[in-house]
């Protein structure tokens, strides 16, 4: 999730306290500032709290009141995805209106669901039996980069290897560009910006 405030100001800080929305418990926030951006916030969920990333000129009294804001926007939307993408029919059925969408119709998945066993991939597909699974760790994250990762497996539906024409099957997505914006910044922000060593599969890879 992201929000671009109006206004910038020095200053400095580093955790803050969530707002609290009863009759749910306080989340454990974690801010952290960047020196490389300017003027988007951006919230989400790692490990059980919320991470809320600022720019780092901003005030103490800017970091409260967004930290404040994005907590509470996490919340709404976490609330509205369960909702809407709870179970895995759900799942199902949004994988096949993004093939309609995106692709044609001519991606039908034999099954789509939540895993809880995806750490380093944020999904994955096996084209022989069709068969789809979404990590976990995309609840609450925002639908288009949930729909994105479900594009980008129903593309290998169509086409298995990373080549030229899968990606302009996955590019069919209008939103593509600014989902891996968002996934690539998740990771940097919760690997500190250190990469993976040799050959290793890098973080929350879809694949």
Known sequence: MEKRPDRRAPAASTAVP???TAPRPVPEVEVRRSAR?????????ENGRTVV???????AAEE???VDQMVAKLQTREERRRRTLASDDELMDRALE?????????????????VDNQNRRWGSCTPADRTIRLSSR?????????????????AHL???????????????????ERALGFLEGFEHGSTGGQGTDGDELEPGAVD
Do not use: C, K, Q
Request: hydrophobic share 50%; glycine share 4%.
């Open 158 to 176: 169509l086409e298995a290897n990373h080549d030229e024409r899968f990606w302009a099957l996955v590019h069919a997505y209008p939103r593509a």
């Open 18 to 20: 969530a707002v609290r």
């Open 37 to 45: 951006r300017r003027r988007t916030v951006t919230a989400y969920r």
């Open 53 to 59: 990333l600022i720019p780092a000129a901003f005030s």
């Open 64 to 66: 409260r009141r967004w």
């Open 138 to 154: 995309l609840r609450g994250m925002p639908e288009f980069v949930v729909d994105y990762v479900l594009v980008h497996e129903l």
């Open 98 to 114: 993004l093939s309609r969408a995106h692709l044609g119709g001519r991606a039908v998945p034999a099954s789509v669901r939540w």
